[in-house]
């Protein structure tokens, strides 16, 4: 009848009933009755974000959460996974309610693919999922008298979600999760405590000499790495899932990926990538096909972390720009056009191509750092082959054309990456503008090294040994034409200009000359 509402009843020992509370309203009279006989699990998964569920275990009815709180014996355990070797854009977490009476439990793990995966991402996650459970039993069984008690290991996480959230900044971190945490919070009666566990106890102890919570937060560790090993056997495969959250009434995905974070900047990255595209189709540049194929994302997680002064260099560099004689002839008249070391008409594209015998001598010392690093940072043996001998012919033969001193052949695959470097272009090459093809094949050959090197960091690091090889043909040019006290004449060996562009690395680009 419309106006009744549920109540959970407990029986006493003399055969009488007490009710404990009232539940929600089954029908409110307005015709809305979707929540009728909806049951605790169906209530839950109701509130979205089914990919967070969709691996529940528990060996009874999850019911009797509601009686281990009233008891006292429920012990709430969650802990997450990241693991940037497997994969940099992945994280999970696990999680498990126990009755340490009953034994009973309800548990889940999961696993998130975003651009803003990280081991602290995965700890708030499976902390989420813990509050919204107890949110939905709340919600299920109406006002609950008492709080539960949440274990973690992780202290940041505790912090967090143990304040309380008025406003979430659209600048702060997850802040996804966080404007979840305050609805959930704004909704709940409880203020559940939350207490750190020390994590990986076992490595120390037995598992039978730890504490339950002990006990239970190594559950959910295996768990959570197992999730995030499984997600990352199934990244290759097309995949429909939207990782929104539960009660999340909004999300902002740019370019398919979810923004967790401010969208401000994520927007002036993809507007500015579809201007350059556009342009660099118009002037012929590159094809919107080519300009596809670069891996555009790494060659942005490198200047990101450069300073402004160089961000402002590379740019000028790469749209031709910069201070070289064909620029600056045009408004200064009396300034030479010429290449202050080989004499030749001067522009952008000259930079690595100089044929004057020091600047050659300079690229081979690059190349020779980039064959170190190349076999330092586990390389696939055919790219530490061609790349540098593709470098060294300063574009003067394509990829697919060299021919090795030592008459190696190269392999199907290698050829193939050669051919997407040549669409590209030598001097882009240079300026750290590499192929997903380059990509995929070195990401495949970490995989089979069982190397603690990432995909991420080793395309980071190649193309800062390719923005150092151009860096450094700059410093050379400008220290032999601009030197305050000596001249191109008087550093005159090799000797001499290396350890002046040592220096000038040493002091950064702020004390050369603009130009």
């Keep these: 009848m419309p106006g009744m509402v549920p109540a959970v009843l407990e029986e006493l020992q003399d055969g009488k009933l007490r009710k404990r509370s009232d539940g929600q309203p089954l029908w409110n009279g307005s015709g809305d009755d979707d929540d009728m006989g909806m049951s605790f699990l169906d209530r839950l998964k109701s509130k979205g974000g089914e990919w967070m569920w969709e691996t529940l275990e528990y060996n009874a009815e999850p019911d009797w959460i509601f009686d281990a709180m009233i008891r006292g014996s429920l012990y709430c355990v969650t802990d997450g996974s990241y693991n940037a070797s497997l994969a940099t854009d992945i994280c999970g977490a696990a999680w498990i309610f126990y009755c340490s009476e009953t034994s009973n439990c309800l548990q889940g793990e999961f696993a998130e693919q975003s651009e803003s995966a990280d081991s602290y991402r995965g700890e708030q996650l499976g902390m989420l999922a813990i509050h919204l459970v107890l949110a939905t039993m709340e919600e299920h069984y109406g006002e609950i008298p008492t709080a539960s008690q949440i274990y973690c290991d992780n202290k940041g996480t505790i912090q967090t979600f143990s304040r309380k959230h008025k406003r979430v900044s659209a600048t702060v971190a997850n802040n996804d999760i966080l404007r979840v945490l305050r609805r959930i919070q704004g909704k709940s009666k409880l203020h ?13 102890f037995d598992l039978h000499m730890l504490d339950l919570e002990e006990q239970l937060n190594y559950n959910c560790d295996l768990r959570a790495k197992r999730a995030v090993k499984n997600a990352c056997s199934r990244k290759g495969e097309r995949t429909s899932t939207i990782y929104s959250l539960p009660m999340e009434s909004a999300a902002v995905y740019i370019e398919g990926e979810k923004q967790t974070t401010d969208i401000a900047k994520a927007l002036r990255y993809h507007i500015g990538k579809a201007n350059a595209r556009r342009f660099y ?7 919107n096909e080519t300009f596809d194929s670069v891996t555009w994302e ?7 972390r450069r300073p402004k002064m160089y961000q402002l260099w590379y740019g000028k560099q790469c749209s031709g720009f910069c201070g070289v004689g064909a620029m600056v002839s045009r408004w200064d008249k009396n300034e030479s056009s010429k290449c202050p070391n080989c004499g030749v008409h001067e522009t952008a594209d000259h930079l690595n191509r100089c044929s004057n015998k020091i600047r050659r001598a300079l690229l081979s010392d690059s190349l020779r750092d980039l064959i170190e690093w190349m ?4 390389t696939d043996p055919e790219l530490t082959c061609w790349l540098p001998l593709y470098l060294q012919k300063q574009g003067h033969k394509l990829f697919v054309d060299l021919i090795h001193p030592a008459r190696v052949k190269m392999n199907q695959r290698m050829r193939q990456v050669g051919h997407s470097l040549d669409k590209i272009g030598w001097r882009h090459v240079t300026e750290g503008k590499l192929s997903m093809a380059l ?3 070195q990401a495949d050959y970490l995989r089979q090294s069982h190397t603690d090197v990432t995909i991420d960091n080793w395309m980071r690091g ?3 040994q390719l923005l150092t090889l151009s860096h450094t043909q700059w410093l050379c040019r400008n220290l032999t034409k601009h030197h305050r006290t000596k001249g191109a004449k008087a550093l005159a060996t090799k000797e001499d200009i290396r350890k002046e562009i040592e220096l000038q690395l040493d002091m950064g680009a702020d004390s050369l000359p603009a130009e």
């Design 192 to 204: 559940h405590r939350i207490q750190h566990v020390k994590a990986h106890q076992d490595d120390h």
């Design 281 to 287: 189709a118009d002037e012929k540049i590159m094809d």
């Design 298 to 304: 790494d060659l942005r997680n490198l200047l990101q």
């Design 375 to 378: 076999e330092d940072h586990d």
């Design 439 to 441: 990509r995929s094949m």
């Design 462 to 464: 190649l193309i800062d």
